[in-house]
């Protein structure tokens, strides 16, 4: 299926992970044109790389149509993209559809390992309410299985199987 990779993030620190009951912390979210990705460790400079062992997060996907549904029905006006703070912004493929399965973009490879299950932080990253909108859609995680580079483009989407 063919797909578009429009926005590429990392963050080299976390602002809600961990920070439950203490704030949040204000590290700099950086959009990418490139990334590179390593087998079993994650996005180069990203705050989850080399995180531990068989992390099913190494790399994040976040939905392009469900980010327009938020700025329409909940923010109801501007949203950076970037506030969902997910690596990999894509139009054109259901994220749940990946979980449990092994694809690729432009050669690398991927597991879907579970939805990227949205947290209360999101109320406050963008607006009230966006945690309960995207419950069932709040992402996807994935493991990477071989290592490359991702790009900003449109590329096919190859299903290779169900993870094994």
Excluded at 118 to 136: N, Q, S
Excluded at 142 to 160: C, H, K, N, Q, S
């Amino acid at each position: 299926m063919k797909i578009q990779i429009k926005h590429i993030y990392i963050s080299p620190g976390h602002n809600y992970y961990g920070r439950y009951g203490k704030g949040s912390l204000d590290h700099e979210i950086q959009e990418k044109e490139k990334i590179e990705v390593v087998a079993g460790k994650g996005v180069v400079g990203d705050r989850f790389f080399d995180y531990k062992e068989d992390y099913k997060g190494q790399i994040t996907f976040f939905d392009w149509a469900v980010y327009e549904q938020v700025k329409e029905k909940v923010v109801k006006g501007e949203l950076d993209p970037s506030a969902f703070r997910r690596n990999v912004m894509v139009s054109g493929v259901d994220l749940n559809e990946l979980i449990g399965k092994r694809f690729e973009i432009d050669g690398v490879e991927f597991t879907g390992s579970g939805e990227c299950s949205p947290c209360f932080w999101m109320d406050e990253a963008c607006a009230e309410g966006t945690e309960e909108f995207l419950k069932g859609r709040g992402g996807l995680r994935a493991r990477i299985l071989t290592d490359g580079e991702l790009f900003a483009g449109e590329y096919e989407l190859r299903v290779l199987g169900d993870n094994e």
